[in-house]
């Protein structure tokens, strides 16, 4: 009947948006993306809150797939927050804090 037709057409599409789990080496790779780009900021607050959320969410357990691969989605777009932050922060802070004079 016609309304099998939509169900069924309605589950592929489903089906589609699903996405796979990131592989190991891919979320090892945001996860250092991260931290390069929190090294490159010079505020040492925001670079060292930077670097422990990182971590901090890294370490989560979840067995989930479909959520991981959601997270690492969510990571990339953060990943790009992080790196305009970054430039932003290397175009208008002038002075250095004494933390970051002593590196």
Request: net charge positive; proline share 1%.
């Given at each position: 009947?016609?309304?099998?037709?939509?169900?069924?057409?309605?589950?592929?599409?489903?089906?589609?948006k699903?996405?796979?789990?990131?592989s190991?080496?891919?979320?090892?790779?945001?996860?250092?993306s991260?931290?390069?780009?929190?090294?490159?900021?010079?505020?040492?607050?925001?670079?060292?809150?930077?670097?422990r959320?990182?971590?901090?969410?890294?370490?989560?357990?979840?067995?989930?797939?479909?959520?991981?691969?959601?997270?690492?989605?969510?990571?990339?777009a953060?990943?790009?927050?992080?790196?305009?932050?970054?430039?932003?922060?290397?175009m208008?802070?002038?002075?250095q804090?004494?933390?970051?004079?002593?590196?």
């Amino acid at each position: 009947s016609k309304a099998t037709v939509s169900v069924l057409y309605w589950e592929k599409k489903k089906k589609k948006k699903e996405m796979s789990r990131p592989s190991s080496s891919a979320l090892i790779s945001l996860t250092r993306s991260f931290l390069r780009e929190a090294n490159k900021m010079k505020d040492y607050n925001i670079s060292q809150y930077v670097k422990r959320r990182v971590l901090q969410d890294m370490r989560k357990k979840i067995d989930d797939d479909q959520k991981v691969a959601e997270l690492y989605k969510q990571g990339m777009a953060d990943l790009e927050v992080a790196k305009r932050a970054a430039i932003m922060q290397n175009m208008y802070i002038q002075n250095q804090n004494f933390l970051a004079l002593q590196k």
